[in-house]
């Protein structure tokens, strides 16, 4: 029947032909002249009517009938270089053709796309005429069911392209169905558009459409093209392990919405409220796919490209006050989630941000939520996998080391400290880390009570390290060093605990800034340069060992109740890793070890510290206690740590062994 109808067809055009087709050659002309218009259209007329003859008398084979109309409109009647008001001559007749009937083949949609791109614009207007009146169910299902796999992939590929590209004609999409048409298209099924026709797809809407698309509402048609890339992508539709092309998808889906958000943000009129909204909306739904639509084991996979892609379109955005933007809505989106595997998006953090300010904050961000969400490994092995996912650009670490400092960014110190811990060999280079660790804590600011649970981590160490020194290395340079360290440790820790700052002409005369400090962390500072002034009276002393000289308490200041619980007789350590024979303290106490001591006990008398009146008490007895020793620090900060920082996970690393 198709050879008759075929037949039928060429008679058609041999007889029209003349009246209605450009003539082509060298000597280009036109179909018509102006004088024979009204003529023309008429021919025109009679053309589109004999044409739905032979649609009637063959009905079942009406799609293949519009099939040759459309090649001949295709490569025939219109062209590059013909006039619009010939065009809409033809258009006027052919758009009341049974469009809905028409199911075009691979070859027609490529030929659709060749038109819309090198036709002028009156050829693209009736491309989405028509392509509003075809039947797309029964075009999909048709696909599925007689076409190979490959030849249904090139086809979502051209019908893909084809709604991407109609999408940016504003005018089809206010003044047609082509809105409605692409909200149905999000519910059909994309599993065999592949990667690559996806990301062409996504790269030219992208450079082509108005990036306010990417904040349009629900309810207008501007944004439903996005929908469609969306659900043509796999996301909330496809299972990530149905394909292995489905994460280079909603890569390119991510990465074209980024672009579009950074492209958006660098007018200064548009609303960044709406434009971080949408940032804050594409990183939950990437955390949802990774928790529930991820199989086991690629989540890590997953995460790292999802995050690879938002990376590498900020380090596009070159304006800084939408640069700003989106970072303070990253890093506060990182510290409200719950199920982000932070770790990759520090790895990748190093590997794809080219600022080094911006690299530093995601990883302080992405640390502080990791030890938040993941409590169960917060201890040595949380900071274990917080360092190996660390990586510290070579030619930028000593940027990102200032960076971490300036910014108060503690935890990234830390898991720096602990990375390099590793790879040093021998007291030297440990006592340069412990020098690093110092200078770290002095040179640090910290403005407000958010971050002075992250010095402790800093002071923590260092004490943990001065320990370890003084245990394996007893040299003469290394118990000077620890002294030294111990004396820089007291004085940063006496300015921690001012109630008001004492720097300064202001400070000098008590008119000093009050301290943004809380009061548990300044009496834990009071409590800590107390012990240690104690356990480092001087240059040239330091009290190792349980009931050794120089307490700030004198033997003969001891009351009854400290003489019958500690005999006058030698008392063998059993702490130490060799027996030593303790005697009561003898000689003069430190001043500066008394002055802080007798500080700490004044808070007694002072009502902003009435929280912690029992805490005083304690800890004043436990710094006048001879018996404690400097191998005692890192059990006395603990015991501060967890009776006055204890949901604070981070600080778990500090816990004595």
Excluded at 609 to 614: A, E, I
């Amino acid at each position: 029947m198709s050879v008759v109808v075929y037949d039928l067809w060429q008679e058609i055009t041999a007889l029209f032909g003349p009246w209605i087709k450009p003539l082509g050659g060298p000597q280009f002309s036109w179909p018509w002249i102006d004088s024979d218009g009204m003529y023309a259209l008429q021919m025109v007329q009679k053309f589109s009517k004999s044409v739905e003859v032979l649609i009637k008398h063959f009905p079942g084979q009406t799609s293949y009938t519009l099939a040759l109309l459309w090649s001949y409109y295709a490569t025939v009647l219109s062209s590059p270089k013909i006039p619009e008001h010939f065009l809409n001559s033809y258009h006027a007749q052919f758009t009341l053709l049974p469009w809905d009937k028409y199911i075009p083949t691979l070859e027609d949609f490529d030929l659709m796309l060749k038109v819309r791109e090198t036709h002028p614009p009156a050829s693209a207007s009736f491309i989405g005429r028509i392509v509003n009146l075809l039947p797309w169910q029964q075009i999909f299902k048709k696909a599925q069911s007689s076409q190979s796999p490959d030849s249904n992939c090139r086809l979502q590929r051209n019908i893909l392209c084809l709604f991407v590209q109609l999408s940016c004609d504003k005018f089809l999409l206010e003044f047609t169905n082509l809105a409605d048409l692409l909200e149905e298209a999000s519910t059909f099924s994309w599993d065999n558009l592949d990667a690559e026709g996806f990301s062409e797809a996504t790269k030219w809407y992208q450079t082509n459409c108005d990036p306010a698309n990417v904040v349009a509402d629900t309810s207008d048609p501007a944004g439903c093209m996005l929908r469609l890339l969306k659900s043509a992508a796999g996301f909330g539709t496809v299972a990530l392990s149905s394909s292995p092309e489905v994460v280079t998808k909603h890569c390119a889906y991510i990465h074209c919405l980024m672009l579009m958000l950074c492209e958006l943000a660098r007018c200064k009129e548009v609303d960044l409220t709406r434009v971080s909204a949408v940032f804050s909306a594409l990183l939950t739904e990437c955390e949802a796919v990774t928790v529930t639509g991820a199989p086991a084991g690629s989540h890590s996979y997953y995460t790292t490209r999802m995050w690879t892609e938002i990376f590498s379109a900020l380090n596009c955005c070159s304006v800084p006050w939408a640069t700003a933007a989106f970072f303070k809505t990253l890093q506060c989106w990182i510290m409200e989630s719950t199920n982000l595997l932070q770790l990759c998006a520090i790895a990748t953090a190093s590997a794809s941000l080219a600022d080094v300010g911006h690299m530093v904050a995601v990883t302080e961000a992405c640390l502080e939520s990791y030890f938040f969400t993941d409590r169960a490994s917060s201890d040595g092995a949380g900071w274990t996998n917080a360092a190996r996912a660390l990586v510290v650009p070579e030619l930028t670490r000593t940027d990102f080391i200032n960076s971490c400092v300036q910014d108060c960014c503690l935890l990234t110190l830390f898991a720096y400290s602990l990375q390099t811990l590793a790879d040093m060999q021998g007291l030297q280079q440990k006592m340069q880390l412990m020098d690093w660790l110092l200078y770290w804590l002095k040179n640090t600011n910290t403005s407000s009570s958010e971050n002075e649970a992250k010095l402790l981590l800093l002071i923590g160490k260092l004490l943990q390290l001065i320990d370890s020194q003084l245990y394996f290395g007893m040299e003469e340079n290394a118990r000077n060093h620890s002294v030294e360290l111990l004396q820089g440790i007291v004085q940063k820790l006496v300015v921690l605990g001012e109630d008001k700052a004492s720097a300064g002409l202001l400070g000098a005369i008590g008119l000093g800034r009050k301290s943004a400090h809380s009061i548990r962390f300044r009496f834990l500072c009071r409590a800590m340069a107390s012990f240690l002034a104690t356990q480092a009276p001087s240059y040239a002393q330091l009290r190792l060992q349980p009931g050794a000289p120089i307490s700030v308490i004198d033997s003969s200041q001891l009351g009854a109740s400290y003489k019958a619980a500690v005999p006058c007789t030698d008392i063998v350590s059993e702490s130490l890793p060799i027996q030593v024979i303790i005697t009561p303290p003898l000689g003069k106490p430190s001043d500066t070890a008394m002055q802080y001591l007798n500080q700490l006990k004044a808070l007694l008398k002072n009502r902003a510290y009435s929280t912690v009146h029992d805490d005083v008490v304690a800890a004043s007895a436990y710094i006048a206690n001879p018996q404690h020793c400097m191998k005692n620090a890192p059990q006395l900060l603990w015991k501060l740590i967890t009776e006055h920082f204890p949901n604070t996970y981070y600080l778990l690393v500090l816990k004595p062994s």
